[in-house]
């Protein structure tokens, strides 16, 4: 006891209010991350309270402690390894039966817990009221009254957690659930087996060890084997045996029966602390969805609250983002002024720069989208929105909570990917991610109106359109086909707490949207910087050109031609003679940019590529510009303005003119824009991926997946389109 | 009677948890044990899932996972249902 420092953990329901007190502990100084190997969020904070130095965490949200879901096993597996001084465990007042079920589970695992009793305002107002010394004594651990979101009762909860964590309670007898006779009997047995055979080697109680075997817990069991190698053996046997006595005697599994009993120990409870229970209430909640959930009206509203998100993020974002632009080219121009002409300017021009500016101009989209998440999240309105869509998502083999993520997906996939986090499920995250990039995000709009534009007249509207259906349905099939092969099986059964409505704090609000755009600035900004300095090297290295003829001197010849035709022209033809001298030039510039490109490393990844293309009917220059693309899509265009020789890239109608002298036909324009609509996602992108998944693995998968059905989709709209005469 | 039979506004009581593994011991979990009254508040727009009310909380399950849930009246007291506790 010497060192002044103790760890707390919270332990609780979803939507307990326990992140609300998390916050009011630690404010601001708090760490975000994941729990190792899983994609799991991890909150930490540290703070100093009468002289010692806390160090909180906050356990994900479980219902129970049973290793079925990757929240169960990190929080068990959390309390039972790292054993903090002090568990608490935020009862919601008002759902006391449920509340208590995580709190007999914690209970037995015999790490020193105490109870914050939180709500209980709420729970007075809907006619009950806890005797909370009842509760206290019945399970002999300490209580605690919180008001998480009116900060009450928080100062006390933390010195009475010290206070705890001081005291020896070594000598004193759990209070714990105890099962009918035939289960005690069976856990007795069980536990002298584990003791005689295994004694020591175990870090948990003999008796935790055998509840969870006679619950057939896989974990439990491998760690035995781990811990005891073949002396398990004998203890499964005896297990297998005790699990088949009680499954006769019960008529059914003893991990059911278990569940049954603590049910009806913590009914006892509830009987002796809840008093003064009056059912007549006003239940807002229950009023306020008989508007937001009802038959007619619920989708429209829904609609509506997912069109104004969508207007936030994109629309509004896009004025602090036009600031964000102009401020980048503003330091692009002083660093241009200030540095000599070399090879460094370059790379912090063209590379960091650039690079830097391409990621914090999604900040602003990535602050209102993660402020509105946190709005739906924190107010309940996340439940219901999952609650209306998931019948049409559940036809995809997803959870009703995967729309918002798939929908988010056409303004940008970035934060679309980042809003899986929303998810429970492990596999519905993963095959969320897998899917949303066939969402066409809006980078890639500009590239359908130049290339529809140009080659459909009147009907590129209803090809666009159709280009981005296209995108939804195969995301739909691929959600089908992988739920039925590659992440097989637990779609998430929608057992869904649909919570209360509460008024969200600004407070927490801000502290949800700064913690997930935090990571996304932290680990993006470091990661898409690298890849910008990388794809910055690939088209400006060969530094040293070989061109195919002597520019400059052409150049000089052509100006000075023009020079004499000037000198010895009418006075009103000066002017015509010097725009054209000024477009000869530029012509020469814009071929000798080109050859540069196509001489580049990026360039001839493009001619090497133009194979692969080929039977897309996209060629070398395309294949160029499509490379480009990954590191941002709007790229595709400006890149297809310099191969095309088009002029300066933003200036779509000489492109459209150029692309229409070209070679270029309608089919296989609208083979490119397939292409584009479904291949590799944007660099930023691939790395969010790589994040949200926590694997390389899938961030491979999805760039292989993506690009070969970018590629069979092209290969099969151009080789059909030819066969029925089209061109 | 199946719970995914239950009408909007009925209350009923549970009788037998079908199904099996992870989703049967979630249900246990959550409170849905066999006697407890479950009141139907409503059903999704698009008529699944189904949302509950159980032990004062508000839950939503799916039909089909309803479906694995038999369930017997509560006012006419049909004869499988035995008495609470």
Redesign the interface.
């Known amino acids: 006891m010497s060192s002044k420092r103790l760890t707390i953990a919270l332990a609780g329901n979803p939507n307990s209010g326990k992140t609300t007190i998390f916050n009011r502990i630690t404010g601001t100084r708090q760490k975000v991350g994941n729990w190792p190997g899983v994609t799991v969020e991890k909150k930490e904070g540290t703070v100093f309270r009468h002289g010692y130095e806390l160090k909180i965490i906050d356990l994900p949200g479980t219902?129970?402690l049973?290793p079925?879901s990757i929240e169960e096993i990190v929080a068990r597996n959390y309390i039972l390894d790292e054993t903090p001084d002090v568990v608490i465990d935020i009862i919601d007042a008002?759902?006391l039966?449920?509340s208590l079920?995580l709190a007999t589970q914690i209970r037995e695992l015999d790490c020193k817990v105490m109870f914050a009793l939180n709500m209980a305002d709420v729970a007075r107002t809907r006619g009950s009221k806890i005797d909370a010394n009842k509760l206290s004594e019945l399970l002999d651990v300490p209580v605690a009254f919180t008001i998480g979101n009116k900060n009450e009762g928080i100062d006390e909860l933390l010195s009475m957690a010290i206070k705890w964590a001081e005291t020896d309670t070594s000598n004193r007898p759990a209070r714990r659930v105890q099962y009918s006779k035939d289960i005690e009997e069976a856990i007795d047995k069980l536990s002298q087996a584990i003791a005689a055979s295994a004694a020591g080697k175990l870090a948990y109680t003999t008796r935790w060890t055998a509840i969870k075997l006679l619950e057939d817990d896989k974990i439990v069991r491998e760690r035995l084997v781990e811990k005891t190698g073949a002396a398990a053996e004998g203890i499964f046997q005896l297990t297998a045996s005790l699990r088949d006595h009680l499954r006769s005697r019960f008529d059914d599994d003893p991990?059911?029966i278990m569940?049954?009993e603590r049910?009806g120990f913590i009914?006892g409870i509830v009987k002796e602390v809840l008093v003064n229970t009056n059912r007549q209430r006003i239940d807002m909640?229950?009023n306020i969805?008989l508007v937001l959930?009802?038959?007619?009206l619920?989708?429209p509203i829904f609609i509506f609250f997912i069109w104004a998100m969508f207007q936030l993020t994109f629309t509004l974002g896009e004025y602090p983002m036009l600031v964000i632009e102009t401020a980048v080219d503003g330091v692009s121009a002083v660093l241009a002024h200030l540095l000599p002409q070399g090879l460094i300017r370059d790379l912090l021009l063209d590379g960091i720069v650039a690079g830097i500016g391409s990621v914090i101009v999604f900040l602003p989209n990535i602050l209102i989208l993660f402020f509105c998440i946190a709005i739906f999240e924190d107010t309940g309105y996340m439940?219901r929105s999952a609650?209306?869509m998931?019948?049409?998502m559940?036809l995809i083999g997803l959870h009703?909570k995967s729309f918002i993520p798939m929908l988010m997906g056409f303004g940008c996939n970035v934060p679309a990917i980042m809003a899986t986090r929303t998810l429970e499920s492990e596999k519905d995250r993963i095959l969320t991610i897998l899917i949303t990039p066939f969402m066409s995000c809006s980078a890639k709009l500009p590239v359908y109106i130049v290339l529809a534009g140009t080659f459909f007249g009147a009907r590129a509207g209803s090809i666009i359109f159709a280009i981005y259906l296209f995108g939804i349905i195969l995301s739909m099939a691929t959600g089908r086909i992988f739920r039925s092969t590659l992440l097989k099986g637990?779609d998430a059964?929608?057992?869904?707490?649909?919570?209360?409505y509460r008024a969200p704090t600004l407070n927490s609000l801000l502290i949800h949207m700064w913690d997930r755009s935090k990571i996304f600035l932290k680990k993006m900004g470091g990661v898409i910087l690298v890849g910008s300095v990388i794809i910055w090297f690939m088209t400006a290295f060969p530094r040293t050109v070989v061109y195919s003829k002597d520019y400059a001197a052409e150049a000089a010849r052509l100006a000075a031609a023009y020079e004499e035709k000037i000198r010895t022209a009418p006075e009103d033809q000066i002017a015509l003679l010097k725009t054209r001298k000024d477009e000869a030039l530029a012509a020469i510039e814009r071929a000798r940019h080109s050859e540069r490109i196509a001489y580049s490393l990026m360039g001839r990844i493009g001619n090497a590529l133009a194979p692969v293309f080929a039977p897309l009917g996209i060629d070398w220059r395309g294949g160029v510009a499509l490379v480009s693309g990954f590191v941002a899509k709007e790229i595709v265009v400006s890149t297809l303005g310099v191969l095309y020789a088009a002029g300066e890239s933003d200036d779509s109608d000489a492109l459209r003119t150029a692309l229409k002298a070209s070679d270029m036909t309608p089919l296989a324009a609208l083979s490119m824009m397939v292409f584009v609509l479904l291949y590799l996602p944007c660099l930023a992108t691939v790395i969010a991926i790589r994040r949200e998944t926590g694997s390389l693995k899938w961030m491979f998968f999805s760039i292989f997946y993506s690009t070969s059905v970018a590629w069979l989709a092209a290969f099969c709209v151009y080789q059909t389109g030819r066969l029925l005469g089209f061109s | 009677m199946l719970l995914s039979d239950v009408r909007e506004g009925q209350s009923v009581v549970i009788d037998r948890i079908g199904g099996q593994g992870a989703l049967r011991r979630r249900l246990h979990e959550m409170g849905i044990l066999k006697g407890t009254e479950v009141y139907v508040e409503k059903y999704a727009p698009l008529k699944d899932p189904m949302e509950l009310v159980v032990k004062g909380y508000h839950l939503s399950l799916r039909v089909e996972e309803a479906a694995q849930i038999s369930v017997c009246d509560v006012k006419t007291g049909l004869s499988p249902c035995p008495p609470n506790g």
């Open positions: 219902y129970s049973t079925y008002s759902n039966d449920r079920y991990e059911i569940t049954d049910y009914a909640s229950r969805d959930t009802n038959r007619f619920g989708f439940a609650f209306l998931d019948k049409v559940h009703g637990a059964p929608f057992v869904m707490e649909l919570p209360p």
